[in-house]
């Protein structure tokens, strides 16, 4: 008896050691498998030890989510007894003890459980335990999705709720994901999904919702497909108003205009639909209405010096309004603005360079013309001759020229002069001097050969 009681206990010990190591023995390849509703799935399992040293005996059973346990197969390494429910469904394929299930269905969903018991036949009191879990879900393909928007129409910014559905007509576990203009969208203060993301809902809508709207739905045994896009438009604005002109001279909200000048100004706005413009002038705490629509035409020379005009833009969706005002001034500065741009005009600088050339080439021949002519000089001589010599015309009593070229030398007059000689400058003068009834000079008289070797005083 105690010898049995020891045999026994060590067994146990061995076979709670054996069962620690047991995946040395079988492998399973995939322990999660996706079958597709009609067709097949195989729950394959690899042995790791010679079938023909060993006897093996186990069993395959079944779970369902609800918790209902059935075995299906009994089997040795010789014969199997198959659940007569399943007959039809199930096929052991010894002697690798996988099991194939055919023609699947909602009631195959669920776990299957693999016991395994292993006896060596050369090694005496060798037993071997194995045990493993294979989960199978049994899924519908997807169809493809639909979309559904409601409201339908168009609706206006920040009063209204927009609520999107997917749906498919066929499809098991389906996973739905929401895109707008090919982004995907996520969970927000304003963006509300449900579980299983099949509905959106937009609460309230902006302006920044508008766009092209599209789910995917998808599941283990379906890749993803796309519904059609759907257009979600939204009312909006009217957004950053300004008042805009191609002429003039623009400072801040002040634009100033030549005289006679004809200027169009230009009122735009960011709004769904468009905008209805009116253009109004502002003059003692009152408004008129000048014209209506984005475009104005102004004729500077009906206007006084200085006017104040308003645009005024509505939209008649959002029920939504702005205004710009700006003042128009009359006031001569140019040819255009582009004088007054900080680039400036690029005939400016060549005008400049040509004034200041021209200034230096008067300004040197001026100089020249000063260092050559001596005009004061001129002007000396001229002032202090007699009236008479001035009119009456020099005649040097020689008609040819040639015979006034020589040699002068003159002689002082004793009592008169102090000086030895006169400068040549002086022989202006000589006919004054006659008026002494004294001879002044002789004249040593001497024509040159050549013209060349003359002296000219």
Same mark, same amino acid.
């Given at each position: 008896?105690?010898?049995?009681?020891?045999?026994?206990?060590?067994?146990?010990?061995?076979?709670?050691?054996?069962?620690?190591?047991?995946?040395?023995?079988?492998?399973?390849?995939?322990?999660?498998?996706?079958?597709?509703?009609? /067709?097949?799935?195989?729950?394959? @399992?690899?042995? =790791? %030890?010679?079938?023909?040293?060993?006897?093996?005996?186990?069993?395959?059973?079944?779970?369902?989510?609800?918790?209902?346990?059935?075995?299906?197969?009994?089997?040795?390494?010789?014969?199997?007894?198959?659940?007569?429910?399943?007959?039809?469904?199930?096929?052991? /394929?010894?002697?690798?003890?996988?099991?194939?299930?055919? /023609?699947?269905?909602?009631?195959?969903?669920?776990?299957?459980?693999?016991?395994? +018991?292993?006896? %060596?036949?050369?090694?005496?009191?060798?037993?071997?335990?194995?045990?493993?879990?294979?989960?199978?879900?049994?899924?519908?393909?997807?169809?493809?999705?639909?979309?559904?928007?409601?409201?339908?129409?168009?609706?206006?910014?920040?009063?209204?709720?927009?609520?999107?559905?997917?749906?498919?007509?066929?499809?098991?576990?389906?996973?739905?994901?929401?895109?707008?203009? +090919?982004?995907?969208?996520?969970?927000?203060?304003?963006?509300?999904?449900?579980?299983?993301?099949?509905?959106?809902?937009?609460?309230?809508?902006?302006?920044?919702?508008?766009?092209?709207?599209?789910?995917?739905?998808?599941?283990?045994?379906?890749?993803?497909?796309?519904?059609?896009?759907?257009?979600?438009?939204?009312?909006?604005?009217?957004?950053?108003?300004?008042? +805009?002109?191609?002429?003039?001279? =623009?400072?801040?909200?002040?634009?100033?205009?030549?005289?006679?000048?004809?200027?169009?100004?230009?009122?735009?706005? #960011?709004?769904?639909?468009?905008?209805?413009?009116?253009?109004?002038?502002?003059?003692?705490?009152?408004?008129?209405?000048?014209?209506?629509?984005?475009?104005?035409?102004?004729?500077?020379?009906?206007?006084?010096?200085?006017?104040?005009?308003?645009?005024?833009?509505?939209?008649?969706?959002?029920?939504?309004?702005?205004?710009?005002?700006?003042?128009?001034?009359?006031?001569?500065?140019?040819?255009?603005?582009?004088?007054?741009?900080?680039?400036?005009?690029?005939?400016?600088?060549?005008?400049?360079?040509?004034?200041?050339?021209? %200034?230096?080439?008067?300004?040197?021949?001026?100089?020249?013309?000063? =260092?050559?002519?001596?005009?004061?000089?001129?002007?000396?001589?001229?002032?202090?001759?007699?009236?008479?010599?001035?009119?009456?015309?020099?005649?040097?009593?020689?008609?040819?020229?040639?015979?006034?070229?020589?040699?002068?030398?003159?002689?002082?007059?004793?009592?008169?002069?102090?000086?030895?000689?006169?400068?040549?400058?002086?022989?202006?003068?000589?006919?004054?001097?006659?008026?002494?009834?004294?001879?002044?000079? #002789?004249?040593?008289?001497? @024509?040159? #050969?050549?013209?060349?070797?003359?002296?000219?005083?």
């Amino acid at each position: 008896m105690e010898a049995t009681g020891r045999t026994a206990l060590s067994v146990c010990s061995v076979l709670f050691i054996l069962t620690e190591v047991s995946s040395e023995f079988i492998h399973i390849p995939s322990l999660v498998h996706h079958g597709i509703e009609g /067709k097949s799935v195989l729950l394959s @399992v690899e042995t =790791r %030890f010679p079938l023909d040293d060993v006897e093996i005996q186990g069993t395959w059973s079944h779970t369902t989510p609800s918790g209902i346990r059935t075995t299906l197969v009994t089997f040795t390494k010789e014969a199997r007894i198959t659940d007569m429910m399943h007959h039809n469904h199930l096929l052991f /394929k010894e002697p690798n003890v996988s099991l194939l299930i055919q /023609k699947l269905n909602q009631e195959y969903e669920g776990d299957y459980h693999l016991n395994l +018991n292993i006896a %060596f036949h050369n090694e005496t009191g060798r037993f071997i335990k194995e045990g493993r879990t294979v989960h199978v879900t049994v899924d519908v393909p997807v169809s493809s999705p639909v979309v559904e928007k409601s409201p339908s129409y168009a609706v206006v910014e920040d009063k209204a709720n927009v609520t999107w559905t997917c749906s498919v007509e066929t499809g098991t576990r389906v996973v739905f994901q929401w895109l707008r203009n +090919n982004v995907a969208l996520g969970a927000s203060d304003r963006y509300h999904f449900t579980q299983d993301n099949s509905t959106l809902l937009i609460s309230p809508v902006r302006k920044e919702d508008k766009g092209t709207y599209h789910c995917v739905a998808s599941n283990a045994v379906s890749q993803g497909l796309h519904s059609r896009a759907v257009e979600l438009n939204v009312y909006y604005g009217p957004y950053n108003l300004e008042v +805009n002109s191609g002429q003039g001279l =623009r400072t801040g909200e002040v634009f100033t205009i030549n005289p006679g000048e004809l200027v169009f100004f230009e009122c735009q706005a #960011d709004s769904n639909p468009p905008n209805s413009y009116v253009w109004m002038s502002k003059s003692r705490n009152t408004t008129q209405v000048i014209t209506v629509g984005p475009r104005l035409e102004v004729l500077s020379y009906r206007l006084a010096q200085t006017e104040e005009y308003l645009c005024r833009a509505f939209n008649n969706k959002t029920q939504k309004q702005d205004e710009a005002q700006f003042t128009l001034v009359v006031a001569s500065f140019g040819t255009g603005k582009e004088k007054h741009s900080q680039k400036g005009s690029p005939v400016s600088p060549l005008a400049a360079i040509i004034v200041c050339s021209l %200034f230096a080439i008067g300004c040197m021949l001026l100089f020249f013309l000063r =260092r050559t002519c001596h005009p004061k000089r001129v002007l000396m001589s001229i002032y202090n001759r007699p009236l008479s010599e001035q009119k009456r015309p020099h005649r040097s009593g020689h008609e040819d020229a040639t015979e006034d070229f020589g040699i002068y030398e003159f002689v002082s007059i004793p009592g008169k002069m102090e000086s030895a000689q006169a400068s040549c400058r002086s022989l202006a003068r000589l006919e004054s001097v006659q008026d002494m009834h004294t001879t002044i000079y #002789d004249v040593i008289r001497q @024509v040159p #050969d050549t013209p060349s070797d003359s002296l000219v005083c």
